[in-house]
């Protein structure tokens, strides 16, 4: 008896699945890289010339790149938003309604400023503005 030789049929790769796969994970890079564009804001800071007017009393408060709060010349040691709202009333004496000056270093935290505008506000001071730099290749103001 004679046995012909089995042919075992050549396997089958099916594509269907890898291709269902391929398209999902296409459609979720598309889908997230769309929401990155958020991290490429830019923020510009103006620069201004103007000072604030002799006339008007004027409160200074300066915030370094720590968070640290200086009212004139003096530093708070506790840096609570009740510190520095007594400081400030303090420093306004019997003044209604100073011009408040926040000198802010570049690199102080958001939260430190929101805080001396929450303490101003909370205050009754309605006259709040940022010292700003001098724009580059500007003259100088004679005083």
């Known amino acids: 008896m004679r046995f012909r030789p089995s042919h075992d049929d050549e396997p089958e790769l099916n594509l269907i699945p890898l291709i269902d796969v391929l398209l999902m994970a296409l459609i979720f890079l598309i889908v997230t890289t769309s929401f990155s564009k958020e991290a490429q804001l830019r923020v510009r800071l103006p ?4 000072e604030a007017p002799p006339e008007q009393a004027t409160l200074r408060i300066t915030i370094d790149a720590r968070g640290q ?23 306004a004496g019997g003044t209604k309604d100073p011009l408040i000056v926040v000198s802010a270093d570049a690199k102080t935290p958001h939260e430190a400023v929101v805080r001396v505008m929450d303490s101003a506000r909370r205050l009754g001071y309605t006259h709040l503005t940022f010292a700003a730099q001098q724009p580059a290749g500007s003259p100088a103001r004679d005083r």
């Open 47 to 50: 620069e201004a010339t103007a």
């Open 69 to 91: 709060y200086y009212i004139g010349d003096k530093q708070l040691l506790n840096a609570t938003t009740e510190v520095l709202r007594t400081a400030m009333a303090r420093a």
